[in-house]
């Protein structure tokens, strides 16, 4: 029978202490390349939700929103309205990963901007915030959640927790404590309240529920920060207490990971981007397919088999075995790996679709991938033999670990990515003053131009 952990013996004031280095972050306090990383972020993150704000999951919490009845403090990202701090950070946080094409982070087991960034813009267009405000609130957020992550580890998410909604309710709350100015022992009250509303389970992969799991984390860390600024009580230990969240949640805490370097040492260099609109899962997959597409020695029409190892930890995750949906697919190695061989451009939206999910060449190809789950494999590795009916056995691996050191590289890469998501839903013009806006957002007195230049008319 599985019984709590004792944390008796641990350290017993982590909550508090990252509630207070959230609540004392300055702009000062932030190195140069984790501003940057940070603009990347807040970036990316404004591209996938203005092409996530088309999908049917966000159509629909917006048909919820409207009948619930909206509000006027903030910009629903990529649609013709406007909604409360809350709502906009369900319906934003919810787009930002409806295509599942948003940033990761090891530490975290997630996605780290999804929960956070909607708080930070929603309370900063609501108060008139600065752009530094902004900035500092985000990275006040996700270092906040990442540390959380490093503290509870690997086994919540092995459970069957999805940590982007759990943890990252956590970081929604610490960006929203931030901005709106709390101390250290309010904001350690709003991660209590956050702690009490984390939820979130693997299950809903696949369905969309999962991108829901960010924005009710976001939703909520605004419902934390809100209540803690009106003295609301709660428990200001949610993590390390008796029956509290590392109790509950996992078999093994780690409070040095937690606590260790916390002022000096930052996360989020450790972020990774995704440049394939699947589950990160995927995409060490997806790079050695590609990699074998490109050999000379590749035919498709004389593969037979493929053989794929994968790290045993994403076979419930992303091992859709027959997808019939767009969204599936996103959870698919076979099929995303198929998309790859077949040369399909992975990193489009377009090819997320039941008419892909169903074609009979992908299918078939599909239908010849074998992919078998390791577990000495580190959490985004694969390697991969296709073999071929005139003896060739072509192989390829991938680790998707190691984040881009180059980042004025990055930058080029991730605005590229923008401007095809965002140029088709604002315009060129908008498209570039946002890319602007980020590229300068320390120096931005007033943070909500982002938003106007993120609104559609539909």
């Known amino acids: 029978m599985e019984r709590a952990i004792d944390t008796t013996d641990a350290t017993t004031d982590v909550t508090q202490r990252l509630a207070d280095y959230a609540s004392g972050l300055t702009l000062k306090d932030i190195p140069e390349d984790v501003r940057a990383i940070a603009k990347q972020c807040l970036l990316d993150w404004l591209g996938v939700t203005l092409a996530g704000a088309q999908e049917p999951l966000t159509q629909k919490l917006l048909d919820y929103v409207r009948a619930e009845g909206c509000g006027d403090h903030a910009t629903l990202i990529g649609l013709d309205g406007r909604g409360s701090v809350s709502q906009a950070a369900l319906i934003n946080g919810s787009a930002g990963h409806a295509l599942d094409y948003d940033d990761v982070l090891k530490l975290l087991r997630g996605h780290p901007t999804a929960p956070v960034a909607p708080v930070a813009l929603a309370f900063a267009e609501r108060d008139l915030n600065s752009g530094a405000d902004l900035l500092v609130a985000f990275i006040a957020g996700v270092e906040t959640e990442a540390r959380i992550g490093g503290f509870v580890g690997d086994s919540p998410y092995m459970k069957g927790w999805h940590q982007t909604a759990t943890v990252g309710t956590f970081g929604a709350a610490a960006a929203g404590a931030r901005i709106m100015g709390l101390d250290g022992a309010d904001t350690a009250v ?53 029956q509290g969240f590392a109790a509950t949640q996992t078999e093994n805490i780690d409070p040095a990971t937690a606590l260790e370097g916390l002022g000096t040492d930052f996360c989020i260099p450790k972020l990774l981007f995704k440049y394939h609109a699947a589950c990160y899962g995927t995409h060490a997959g997806i790079e050695s397919a590609r990699a074998i597409a490109g050999n000379p020695a590749f035919d498709l029409d004389k593969v037979e088999r493929v053989d794929v190892n994968v790290p045993e930890r994403t076979m419930n995750m992303c091992n859709i075995l027959e997808p019939t949906t767009g969204l599936e697919v996103k959870f698919s190695h076979r099929f995303t790996t198929a998309l790859a061989l077949a040369g399909e451009e992975t990193g489009s939206l377009e090819v997320y679709d039941a008419s892909f999910a169903t074609r009979p060449d992908l299918v078939a190809l599909r239908d010849k991938i ?13 390697d991969m033999t296709v073999h071929q009916s005139d003896g060739t056995a072509i192989m390829e691996s991938r680790d998707m670990t190691i984040p881009n050191p180059d980042l004025e590289d990055q930058w080029q890469k991730l605005e590229t990515k923008f401007r095809a998501l965002a140029d088709p839903l604002i315009g060129e013009e908008n498209a570039e003053r946002t890319v602007a806006i980020i590229r300068d957002l320390e120096q931005q007195d007033d943070a909500s131009g982002i938003a106007a230049a993120c609104r559609t008319s539909r």
């Open 190 to 242: 709003a991660l209590g309240i956050a702690g009490t509303q984390a939820a979130g389970l693997k299950a809903m992969f696949g369905t969309m529920c999962k991108p829901l799991h960010a924005g009710k984390a976001a939703a909520n860390g605004v419902l934390a920060a809100e209540l803690a600024k009106r003295q609301f009580t709660s428990r200001s230990d949610i993590l390390e207490c008796g």
């Open 370 to 382: 074998s992919i078998h789950g390791r577990e000495d494999y580190t959490p985004n590795q694969t």
